[in-house]
């Protein structure tokens, strides 16, 4: 399975395959039917304290990193369940809000998925 990032302002297209929102949030100005989303795991996202500490910051991604995979590991059951909905899906696509495109949870969520933690 092919795991990609895209930011929710983008438009959704065919070669997304499945589309997951992986934030808390809904983003702004984005309406259910432009989102075209095939599931919203806002129980995967972030909690708002580690959301709000991180801000972004490039120089708080490593440790931002490790404490977001700590509660991932907190959610065990909750990834597994994410897991199962993936399994046979050939492409899957993590959709986020921030405009930080590269340093944010959904590619966080990405690396964790992929280590198979």
């Known amino acids: 399975m092919q795991i990609r990032t895209k ?7 065919r070669s997304d395959g499945m589309r997951i929102l992986v934030d808390r949030l809904w983003p ?3 309406t259910r ?13 972030p909690s708002n304290e580690l959301r709000q500490w991180y ?6 991604w490593k440790e931002f990193r490790a404490r977001y995979f ?14 199962e909905r993936l399994a ?3 492409t899957v696509t993590l959709v ?10 959904a590619a966080a969520l990405r690396e ?3 280590r198979g933690r």
């Open 70 to 83: 700590r509660e991932l590991d907190d959610k065990a059951e909750t990834v597994a369940l994410l897991r």
């Open 112 to 114: 964790y998925l992929e």
């Open 28 to 30: 702004r100005g984005v």
């Open 96 to 105: 986020f809000g921030s405009r930080e495109e590269l340093l944010n949870n």
């Open 55 to 60: 801000g972004h910051d490039p120089d708080k």
């Open 33 to 45: 039917s432009e989102a075209k989303l095939d599931l919203w795991a806002k129980s995967l996202a």
């Open 7 to 13: 930011r929710a302002y983008e438009r959704a297209t």
């Open 88 to 90: 046979g899906s050939e």
